[in-house]
């Protein structure tokens, strides 16, 4: 009374989970979001019952598909399964899972090497950005094993480089949708705290975010992850902050979505530009996601940002903005035209197959596809 779905179960950077073909999958939106629900164990805080890891990082779904678009050879379909609560978010990008695309299709025959190095086009259908994904294909087969290592991953694989063609206004209406660098956000008393005003830089290049200073809430930004997660008072703060920065980025009432992410800024004391702690959004990150990272090193090279005065940025047209977070540090390359503004951004990723084989989800939920 079960319903069969082949899947690979995958690390893509310092995220994992189930990847699907979309043609396995309901093509009914609603159902297939209760198969997803289903096959991570969906809604429980640990998800004992599925294939989640009872965590945000932990608890995501990559669905692919050959594309129609021309010039573009896979669509990729990023799913936010959220551990607790019975919701598929399918609106903001993941770059970590992103890095896992390319050695999906190509071990499922989507597409085929094209020699020691392949290199694939891929639109994110969330936001309609486009990258280009290029991974070692050594023997016409995805090579896993390598040297390169990013932190928050134990070891080191075969890199697997992104570069990402047009990232800003991914979910907003723009770069800066509040239309300028920096904004002075009110929020009233609430439960547990007193009224505050803050300078916050709403931002989206690639993830749509409101950064800030750790010093403003009174924080160093250095704080371990468990001891900001417990930090109730600071929680309550970033989430009335978190709403009111939704509805002035254009994206309404945000209390029931996982984007904005916040981050919270500090000067580098690791050799980095800028040292960071994101909450995801109600979860302090282990480390920090792809296209956030990608968002914060944009914010580090704009004049006027919060971040403008305490980040370390090199001279120069290329940059590398090295982003520090709590398990280590993300590298960011940044091109920039005459007028600084962002022409393009590249970094690295590693990738892992884990499993293969078939999830099973109850036939109540799908009894698979027709027949006949």
């Not at 695309?101 to 085929?112: C, G, I, K, N, Y």
């Not at 290029?134 to 896993?144: E, H, I, L, S």
């Not at 977070?325 to 590693?350: K, N, W």
Request: aromatic letters at 4%.
């Amino acid at each position: 009374m079960q319903t069969a779905i082949p899947c690979l179960f995958m690390r893509g950077g310092t995220s994992r989970g189930p990847f699907f073909d979309e043609a396995d999958l309901p093509v009914d939106v609603a159902t297939r979001d209760r198969v997803l629900l289903a096959a991570m164990g969906s809604p429980d805080r640990r998800e004992v019952d599925g294939l989640g890891g009872g965590h945000p990082l932990t608890s995501k779904v990559g669905i692919v598909r050959r594309s129609a678009q021309p010039g573009v050879d896979l669509d990729f379909l990023f799913a936010q399964v959220v551990p607790d609560k019975p919701v598929v978010d399918t609106t903001p990008n993941c770059g970590n899972m992103l890095a896992a695309v390319v050695p999906f299709a190509l071990e499922t025959d989507m597409v085929r090497a094209q020699g020691d190095s392949s290199t694939f086009r891929v639109l994110t259908r969330n936001t309609g950005m486009q990258c280009d994904i290029t991974v070692a294909t050594p023997g016409g087969r995805v090579a896993y094993s390598g040297e390169a290592r990013i932190d928050g991953v134990p070891g080191t694989a075969s890199p697997i480089k992104i570069n990402f063609l047009d990232t800003a206004g991914s979910v907003c209406s723009g770069l800066l949708p509040t239309g300028r660098l920096r904004d002075r956000v009110a929020v009233p008393a609430g439960d547990g705290f007193d009224a505050f005003a803050i300078d916050v830089t709403c931002i989206d290049n690639g993830m749509p975010m409101v950064l800030m200073r750790a010093a403003d809430l009174q924080r160093s930004g250095y704080e371990e992850v468990a001891e900001l997660n417990a930090d109730a008072a600071l929680k309550r703060r970033v989430e009335a902050l978190r709403l009111q920065c939704g509805r002035l980025m254009g994206l309404g009432d945000v209390a029931a979505k996982t984007y904005p992410k916040m981050g919270l800024l500090a000067a580098a004391r690791a050799g980095g530009s800028v040292s960071t702690r994101c909450f995801i959004p109600h979860v302090c990150h282990d480390a920090i996601g792809v296209l956030a990272a990608v968002t914060v090193a944009t914010a580090c090279v704009l004049t006027g940002s919060v971040a403008d005065g305490l980040a370390r940025i090199p001279p120069g047209r290329a940059k590398t903005v090295s982003v520090e977070h709590p398990s280590g540090e993300f590298s960011v390359a940044l091109e920039l035209d005459d007028a600084q503004q962002v022409l393009r951004a590249a970094l690295l990723r590693t990738a892992r197959l884990i499993m293969r084989g078939e999830v099973m989800v109850p036939a109540a939920v799908w009894a698979g596809p027709a027949k006949g």
